[in-house]
Nanobody, 122 residues
Framework: QVQLVESGGGLVQAGGSLRLSCAASGRTFRKMGWFRQAPGKEREFVAAIDWSGGSTRYADSVKGRFTISRDNAKNAVYLQMSSLKPQDTAVYYC?????????????????WGQGTQVTVSS
C-alpha cells in the first residue's frame, strides 16, 4: 500500500524558515507536489515537481520564497520554505501522481499524505 508521510512542520516566527519532507513508501512517482489548507479555506496548490526535477511550478504567493526538490533514490520530495509569513500558516499536504504533466489542481493527484502543520507567528 502506497503511503506518503510528511514531516518537518512546526512553529516559526515570521521571516523564518522551515523544510518539509515527504517520503513515499516503496516507489517513486512521476509527479509530486505540495498543497496547503488553512482553517476555513479550500486546499490550494503550493508547488509541484516532475520526475527529473527539471520542471517545477509554484503558486504566485510562494514564488521566490519556497523551493521544491526531490530525491528519487530516497523516494522523497522536499519543500524549503523561507521568508515565512503568517498567511503561510496551514496544514501542508504532500501529493503524488503518475501522470507526466505537472498540474495544480488537487483532484488530479491520486495519493496524499496525512498533512503536517505549519504555524507562522507574527
Amino acid at each position: 500500500q502506497v503511503q506518503l508521510v510528511e514531516s518537518g512542520g512546526g512553529l516559526v516566527q515570521a521571516g523564518g524558515s522551515l523544510r518539509l519532507s515527504c517520503a513515499a513508501s516503496g516507489r517513486t512517482f512521476r509527479k509530486m507536489g505540495w498543497f496547503r489548507q488553512a482553517p476555513g479555506k479550500e486546499r490550494e496548490f503550493v508547488a509541484a515537481i516532475d520526475w527529473s526535477g527539471g520542471s517545477t511550478r509554484y503558486a504566485d504567493s510562494v514564488k521566490g520564497r519556497f523551493t521544491i526538490s526531490r530525491d528519487n533514490a530516497k523516494n522523497a520530495v522536499y519543500l524549503q520554505m523561507s521568508s515565512l509569513k503568517p498567511q503561510d500558516t496551514a496544514v501542508y499536504y504532500c501529493a503524488a501522481d503518475d501522470t507526466f504533466v505537472i498540474k495544480t489542481s488537487a483532484p488530479l493527484y491520486n495519493y496524499w499524505g496525512q498533512g503536517t502543520q505549519v504555524t507562522v507567528s507574527s
